[in-house]
Structures are given as structure tokens and as C-alpha cells.
T-cell receptor
């Protein structure tokens, strides 16, 4: 049981390049999330998904796209990277039966630098 | 809108001292959940506790304790007899519960705790 995994762990991009971050979870969770973490700002939600085939915008969605073609995978895409997207990206998943809100399980993070 | 405020940006204590990390939240939801996460220097986020808005009992887990006060919208975290291994960034987070909501977490900006030997 690997939990939540993220690929890659580190990446350096030049302005204008594109890339996709992959998140995978093996806990059969319905909900998945992408956050970015910047110094002094905590984690901010980029996009999220409440199930296979669904996606929705979070707090800071501009410049990113996502897809959830399979329940276990949640992809985050940067079509044209900008220096402002230099950050640490975290993926998370959770199980939310009607009623209690479950804790989110986080991946190890991807450190992205855009030059 | 939801908001979580962690006013203490950095705290430094000497080992074995007690330390309290403050968390104040705002939400219009009548049902909500509060969380604390730990982020050690290695970078991963570790879940510590979840508390729902109907349960105001304080909780203790070893050296950790949490004080939830709905009247002041606070959910403070105390570490008793701190240890060097407690050095980390601690995040408080809030999730409201509304029909059809995605149960997103709203995070505070975090408190960097440094425990000196």
C-alpha cells in the first residue's frame, strides 16, 4: 500500500515549456486535490476532483489544467510555465462518505522551478 | 468564505518547554471539521488530528493536546515537554460541510516551530 505517490519529485522548466505532474493513489479514494505551497502562504488549492471524470477549480486555478481519467490518477498540467509557478506541488486524496469529512492523505510533493 | 489564521509565524523554544500553537478560524458553515498537520523538514505532510464542530471536548494524545473553543473560534495545539523532533511547520486547516461541497481544506499559513536542544 503505497498511499499517494507523485511523479516527478523535482523538475526544472524554462519559461514557456509544458509539463504534466502525475498523482496516483491506491486507497480507492473518490476525492483528489492539487495544492501548491509557497513560503508564508500555507497550501492553496489549485484544482480538485470529486470522482473519476470530474474536475473543478480551486482557489488558484489559472495557468493549470487537470484530468481524472482513472479513479486512481489525477494529472496536473502546466501548458506554458511561468516563473510565478515555481512552487512545491502537493497532491492529496480523501474518502468522504456522506457525513464525516475524512482527513486528506498527501503525497511527498514535487518541487518545480521555472527559470 | 472560510479563513484560517495562524498568527505565530515562528516560535522557538528550548527542549522540555511547553509550547502552544494558536489557530483561529472563520466559517459560515454550522458543521465543519478542523485539522492539524505537521510538516517536518523532510517536507511531507503528516495528519495529526481531526475535530468536528459538534465535539468541543479537548483531546490528548501523548505529549500533544488540542483545545477547541467554539465561542472564540479557536483550535489551539499544545506540545508538552517539547523535543527536538517536534521541530516542524504546523498547519491548522478547516473544511466546511455543505451538501454537494468538495470538502476542500482551507489551510492557515503555518507556524514554524524550532525546538532547541
Amino acid at each position: 500500500n503505497a498511499g499517494v505517490t507523485q511523479t516527478p519529485k523535482f523538475r526544472v522548466l524554462k519559461t514557456g515549456q509544458s509539463m504534466t505532474l502525475l498523482c496516483a493513489q491506491d486507497m480507492n479514494h473518490e476525492y483528489m486535490y492539487w495544492y501548491r505551497q509557497d513560503p508564508g502562504m500555507g497550501l492553496r488549492l489549485i484544482h480538485y476532483s470529486v470522482g473519476e471524470g470530474t474536475t473543478a477549480k480551486g482557489e488558484v486555478p489559472d495557468g493549470y489544467n487537470v484530468s481524472r481519467l482513472k479513479k486512481q490518477n489525477f494529472l496536473l498540467g502546466l501548458e506554458s510555465a511561468a516563473p510565478s509557478q515555481t512552487s512545491v506541488y502537493f497532491c492529496a486524496s480523501s474518502y468522504h462518505p456522506e457525513g464525516p469529512v475524512g482527513e486528506q492523505y498527501f503525497g511527498p510533493g514535487t518541487r518545480l522551478t521555472v527559470t | 468564505a472560510q479563513k484560517v489564521t495562524q498568527a505565530q509565524t515562528e516560535i522557538s523554544v528550548v527542549e522540555k518547554e511547553d509550547v502552544t500553537l494558536d489557530c483561529v478560524y472563520e466559517t459560515r458553515d454550522t458543521t465543519y471539521y478542523l485539522f492539524w498537520y505537521k510538516q517536518p523538514p523532510s517536507g511531507e505532510l503528516v495528519f495529526l488530528i481531526r475535530r468536528n464542530s459538534f465535539d468541543e471536548q479537548n483531546e490528548i494524545s501523548g505529549r500533544y493536546s488540542w483545545n477547541f473553543q467554539k465561542s472564540t473560534s479557536s483550535f489551539n495545539f499544545t506540545i508538552t515537554a517539547s523535543q527536538v523532533v517536534d521541530s516542524a511547520v504546523y498547519f491548522c486547516a478547516l473544511s466546511g460541510v455543505r451538501s454537494g461541497s468538495a470538502r476542500q481544506l482551507t489551510f492557515g499559513s503555518g507556524t514554524q516551530l524550532t525546538v532547541l536542544p
